[in-house]
Every structure is written in structure tokens, then in C-alpha cells.
């Protein structure tokens, strides 16, 4: 099946209350129809609270397959809208398991750049009121990925998105999942992942300091 985008939302930071607290998040965003730019930070009238860990070049596109919201929709029983885990491009034929860090995609008049795996954090949890949900995304590898931006242009939700260039190493977001937070010292399987140069900075900086605690 041909890889198509379902939806492209964007959204600015707001306050949201969770468990006693206010937080700020950008997790909430909007279905968008109309042409937008999309630079190489950021989806114009997007927007991320936390900069440290959301945004930035090598998290300029946050993805999520399609597939997965009917398993999620199952698990904790409502309806999900498009956008439903903050991500930018809600996707279909684009799963963990076909896509490869590194892999090179034409969308729209933009070119970008599989960066890395998405780290859910806890901006999910506050958005459903579900404390582990972070944790039941990362033991099912069902957690999207990253698109850093090569190229700057206007892009819409009828795309298009067609891959330009499957890297060879072949390091799928499924296998760089399993290592992440299953297979954690497997210092072989994570050198094979940092042989990849195009991993963004904050999972180089992760995996290297894994391996020098494992050494």
C-alpha cells in the first residue's frame, strides 16, 4: 500500500491541568487543510512548550501512523481524533517497522529527513489521564517518529510524501526501539545505530552514554 498523509495538524502551546498541576504543552493539535510552511524548525503556527526535549532541527515533524489508533482506541476506550499523540503528520503506510532512520522523503515542496524514534513523555499521560501511557507506547514500539527538514517549502495534507531514498543500513524505528527500551545491553546493536550519521544529537548522546556505563 502506498504511503498517503491522513491528516497534517498543527498547534500552539496551552495550559492544561494534571494531576493537581498546571502544565504547559503542545500537544494539542488541529487538523489543517490549507498550504503552510514548513521551515526548518517548525510548521508555521506550530508550536512546542518544552524546548529542551520537543522541536528544534531534528524534531522539526512529528509522525504518527494511522494504523495504530485502533488498537489505542481499543485500549482505552474513546474515539481518538486525527492528531490524538500531538503529532504533526498523522500517517498511513508509514509504519515503525518500514521506515529506517536516515530515510529521505519528498513532502510537498519540502525534503525531509528521519531523524529519530518519538520519545513519548508525559505530555501524553496529562492529555488522556492515563499516568503509564508513556510507558504502554514504548512497550508496544507504537511511538511515531521524527522528520528533520532538508529542504524548506510549503506543504498541504494532500501532500505529497514520497520516499526519495531508503538508507542502507537498513536501522528500521522498530529496531531502534527494541534496543531503546527492551534489548538495553546490546552494546553490538547500539554501535550499529550510532554507525548511522544521521541520528539526531539527543539519541547519539543517550546511546553513547549507555555504552560507556555498560563498559
Known sequence: MSNHIVSLNVGKPRKHVYQGREIETGIHK???????????FNLEGD????????GGIDKALCVYPYEHYAYWEQE????LAYGAFGENLTT???????????DI???????????????????????????????????????GFY?????????????????????????TVTFANQ????DKNNIEAIKTILDVPELSASWRASLEERIAKLK
Open 92 to 102: 498511513m503506510g508509514l509504519s515503525e517497522a518500514e521506515v529506517c532512520i536516515s
Open 147 to 171: 522528520f528533520r527538514v532538508l529542504k524548506e517549502g510549503w506543504v498541504s495534507a494532500a501532500g505529497p510524501l514520497h520516499r526519495l531514498e531508503k538508507h542502507s543500513a537498513g536501522i
Open 179 to 182: 534496543i531503546k527500551y527492551h
Open 47 to 54: 508550536g512546542q512548550a518544552d524546548l529542551v526535549h520537543h
Open 30 to 40: 488541529t487538523p489543517l487543510k490549507d498550504r503552510i510552511f514548513l521551515s526548518l
Open 105 to 143: 522523503f519528498r513532502f510537498g515542496e519540502a525534503i525531509v529527513q528521519v531523524s529519530q524514534p518519538r520519545q513519548p513523555c508525559y505530555k501524553v499521560a496529562a492529555r488522556y489521564n492515563i499516568p503509564d501511557f508513556p510507558l504502554r507506547i514504548q512497550q508496544t514500539g507504537f511511538t
Open 76 to 79: 482505552i476506550g474513546q474515539k
